[in-house]
């Protein structure tokens, strides 16, 4: 009996002993480090912004993106000013759980909009729930996108996104 207790235990030694060297050889890649994760990157940077608004004024404002939380989250400053009053922050991040993208947009209007989507084509899609069922459909999309400009467009839908009308229109530059 002694035997076979000092048998198993020398099993189990050995069997200990090559745990590290598996575990040493199987690394596991860092959170968020998936293809899925850039997909957004585009976005990160410095940016000027120019829009016309309503009444045929151009205007200017600035927007920085970076990255955060061991490149995780996609953050957004935007500053709509000097044109503007318009300041907002979105915080963006691939939620692999769901295999897309969610956003959270808020700004010193009151807003609290949350988003989802993703990469459609050469596109960047993200879309609102609706309020309502009255409430038209919501989108940001981002396209034209190089590694210097893109434009971004907020655009409405009544007819359950068949068609999409452009409420604002923002062409970005990256900034010098």
């Given at each position: ?65 970076t990255l955060d939380l061991g490149n995780c989250v996609v ?102």
């Amino acid at each position: 009996m002694y035997r076979a207790i000092l048998f198993g235990a020398a099993l189990t030694v050995a069997g200990l002993g090559a745990v590290p060297a598996m575990a040493q050889d199987e690394t596991p890649p860092p959170p968020c480090s998936t293809e899925e994760y850039r997909q957004l990157d585009f976005w990160v940077g410095e940016w000027d912004a120019m829009w016309v608004d309503a009444d045929g004024t151009e205007q200017h404002g600035h927007n920085s993106i970076t990255l955060d939380l061991g490149n995780c989250v996609v953050l957004e400053n935007f500053n709509g000013n000097p044109g503007n009053t318009l300041l907002g922050r979105s915080m963006s991040m691939y939620a692999a759980r769901h295999g897309a993208w969610k956003q959270v947009w808020m700004d010193n209007q009151g807003s609290y909009l949350p988003f989802t989507g993703g990469p459609e084509g050469e596109r960047f899609i993200l879309t609102m729930d609706r309020a309502s069922d009255e409430a038209p459909y919501l989108r940001m999309v981002w396209e034209n996108i190089t590694p210097e400009g893109f434009d971004w467009r907020w655009q409405a839908s009544q007819d359950a996104g068949e068609t999409w009308a452009d409420q604002w229109h923002i062409h970005y530059t990256r900034a010098e």
